[in-house]
């Protein structure tokens, strides 16, 4: 009788809803497609629909679901709302370099140089990034499918809302401060137009070689407001997409602890440092579209928190004004932090591999788990400022040592002083008020 070829077997019972990977893992059960919800197109979604109402990033397709559908195109509303913030920003900057040029540089109007700086750069560099974004998106959202097999990410999209919400709240509070300064000392001047003063006051740049008339008044506030947006708006840019792109850095080191106390074959780790290579390279193309905002950002924030540090040690006239420099630089300082915190977090999250990896069970380790534990070691990953410095932890430390040298310096040299100093130094309540009314009616003429 012929030997029997095969046997049956009795049918084992169905397996549980869990994923079963090549080399035997248990792992949670995956989706075959992201959570709508946590992809960077929908996180992204909200703050570039406020960046468009400030005419910045001018890209069309910001309310669809798919990356696939965003581009840039010149004959679009938002594309032409932009080029007239960049127009009027150019046109702020020119006037107050011209103020400038004929009053001099000091250090009380330092601070409005980099601000409305920063405003054109910033409105520029935006425009040049919503050129070459819907690529980057595209990429991203490539990677985002690949990573639907990996743990989900735990955080809520809502995180994003509030992050956007609270800076955004907390900057409008800092500059209605600001706005009742203004309005407190042009009342003591005065009681009949207000609001016309006030804008003399707040924009000598502007009326004291301009004719002010309302329209231009309007147009001057309504400029001073987007740059005042476009300012807040980096900052919260990069966090945003900083911290998404931390999320996939985690979602990989929450695959590696998954495995420490499983044996895994060398296909598992394969497949980790491939999709660690092509998150690297999705950095690095992050990095090369945004790394001059970063600049512009350390830049801005350490100069605006130099000058309010100065202005904090000089004595102030009324409780709003020290309300107003105490909350200013809080916030600074808090932006300026923030940050960098949320930008070196994706340095920190690619370097926890190591100290996965080196938990790895002898039964478990191969080549695959030594060429990425090479990677790593001889390829760091993290976002720049242009290239000349990657942002990381000890970067907040050295921020902030420059910070308080600079400002040591800064209390120790003496700061010379105009005809205006000599008289306002002994000069009672009503001589300040009556010269502050002076120098505003300066620019009627």
């Known amino acids: ?103 001099g540089l000091r250090l009380e109007n330092l601070g409005s140089l980099v601000f409305y700086s920063t405003s054109l750069f910033c409105t520029i560099l935006f425009f040049k990034l919503a050129r070459v974004w819907p690529k980057l998106a595209q990429e991203w959202q490539r990677l985002e499918m690949k990573f639907s097999d990996y743990p989900a990410v735990k955080n809520k999209p809502i995180k994003y809302k509030i992050i956007l919400g609270v800076i955004l709240v907390v900057a409008f509070v800092e500059h209605s401060l600001a706005v009742a300064i203004s ?26 070689f301009v004719e002010y008339n309302h329209m231009k008044a309007i147009l001057v506030e309504y400029f001073n407001w987007v740059s005042t947006f476009n300012w807040n708006y980096n900052d919260i840019f990069i966090i945003l997409v900083s911290e998404v792109l931390t999320e996939k850095f985690r979602q990989i080191n929450e695959r590696i602890r998954q495995a420490q106390n499983n044996i895994v074959g060398e296909h598992f780790y394969r497949m980790i440092r491939i999709d660690y290579t092509q998150l690297s390279h999705l ?20 100069m605006h928190i130099c000058i309010q540090l100065y ?5 102030r006239e009324t409780l709003v004004e020290y309300i107003y420099f105490y909350f200013s630089l809080g916030f600074l300082l808090a932006r300026a932090v923030s ?90 309540d009503a001589q300040k008020i009556a010269y502050m009314c002076n120098v505003s009616r300066l620019c009627e003429r």
């Open 1 to 103: 009788m012929p030997e029997k070829l095969f046997t049956m077997q009795p049918m084992k019972k169905p397996l549980k809803n869990n994923f079963i990977n090549p080399d035997g893992l248990n792992l949670p059960p995956v989706h075959s497609i992201p959570d709508p919800q946590s992809t960077l197109q929908a996180i992204l979604k909200l703050p570039l629909i406020v960046a468009q109402c400030c005419g910045l990033f001018p890209l069309c397709g910001v309310t669809d679901t798919s990356a696939n559908d965003l581009y840039f195109t010149w004959m679009a509303w938002r594309t032409l709302s932009c080029i007239f913030s960049i127009c009027g920003s150019i046109v702020m900057a020119v006037f107050f370099y011209y103020w400038i040029s004929m009053r």
């Open 183 to 208: 309005f407190g000392w042009i009342s003591k001047c005065t009681d009949e137009n207000l609001g016309v003063n006030h804008i003399k006051a707040d924009f000598p740049q502007w009326f004291c």
């Open 283 to 302: 950095c690095t193309s992050l990095n090369e579209a945004i790394c001059h905002l970063i600049t512009l950002s350390f830049m801005s924030n350490i």
């Open 311 to 315: 202005n904090i040690l000089r004595p």
């Open 339 to 428: 940050v960098s915190l949320y930008a070196s977090g994706i340095n920190d999250e690619s370097k926890v591999p190591l100290t996965l990896l080196h938990y790895v069970s002898s039964i478990s380790y191969n080549n695959e788990v030594s060429r990425l534990i090479q990677q790593i070691h001889a390829l760091p990953i993290a976002l720049t400022g242009s290239n000349f410095f990657p942002v990381t932890r000890n970067l907040l430390i050295s921020v902030g040592g420059t910070i308080i040298a600079y400002e040591l310096v800064l209390i120790q040299l003496p700061r010379p002083l105009t005809k205006a100093d000599l008289f306002l130094r002994n000069a009672t």
